[in-house]
């Protein structure tokens, strides 16, 4: 199971560090085959060891350069950065990046050989209006994007259920699973209210190969019990 924790605009290097030293300590119990993720941000990126890997939340498709404000590949090679999220739905809505400039990040990192985590999700709207509205919305979603790239991992997070509490119904996860999983051979991740409550059921459903946690994963020791529910 892949569980991947991204810190979005929280926490501080200081707070970084101390998170990492609780979760580093509970980690010695998980199951060898769990894979851990930290995406910490930008200022809190650092030379971490620990049983995680870590990532990037975001960078700039450029080695360095003329980007105010932006990190690139030599930025991420001092902490040797290899994964990148990309196409998260805070980035498409807040930051207005389309999916030509989405695709774009995705053939950059691609290129250089980073393991990426591709967001995708549909608004409320999309998913009352039903499956097959779900389905082309997020097959939209992946215009542009090599889904044969062997260092792909897909994340499904319906925006209506991100940092809202209502987590998408196990049910609803399954058939939107289902249904990416014929366009896509690759693990296939849940996002959105993930939470100690809900972990065990989510990761039991059919074709999920891990979660990516928002709020819930900003305090080590909550992460921690979610990754070592079954323990
Ligand atoms: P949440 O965020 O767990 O706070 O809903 C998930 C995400 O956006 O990755």
Not at 96 to 102: A, D, G, L, N, P
Not at 146 to 160: F, G, H, R, T
Not at 190 to 210: F, M
Request: charged share 25%; with cysteine; hydrophobic share 40%.
């Amino acid at each position: 199971m892949i569980y991947a924790a991204n810190f979005k605009t929280n926490h501080t290097r200081r707070s970084t560090e101390q998170y990492l030293s609780v979760l580093n300590e509970r980690l010695s119990e998980k199951a060898p085959d769990d894979q851990v993720y930290i995406f910490p941000p930008a200022t809190a990126l650092g030379e971490y060891a620990g049983l995680f890997t870590q990532g990037v939340q975001n960078a700039y498709p450029a080695e360095k350069g003329a980007y105010t404000g932006e990190i690139g590949l030599e930025q991420l090679e001092e902490f040797g950065i290899r994964t990148i999220l990309i196409g998260h739905s805070e980035r498409r809505i807040f930051l207005h990046e389309s999916q030509e400039e989405i695709a774009r990040k995705f053939a950059f990192f691609r290129a250089k050989g980073f393991e990426i985590i591709y967001c995708i999700g549909e608004p409320l709207e999309v998913r009352e209006a039903g499956e097959e509205a779900v389905r082309s919305y997020l097959l939209a979603e992946f215009e542009g994007i090599d889904l044969s790239y062997e260092k792909l991992i897909v994340a499904y997070e319906p925006i209506w259920a991100i940092g809202t509490g209502r987590s998408a119904h196990p049910e609803e996860i399954a058939a939107t699973h289902a249904m990416l999983r014929k366009a896509v051979d690759v693990p296939l991740l849940y996002g959105g209210s993930v939470n100690p409550a809900n972990i065990a059921q989510i990761v039991e459903t059919d074709n999920v190969d891990g979660v990516l946690v928002g709020s819930a994963s900003l305090d080590p020791e909550v992460f921690a019990s979610m990754i070592l529910h079954r323990a």
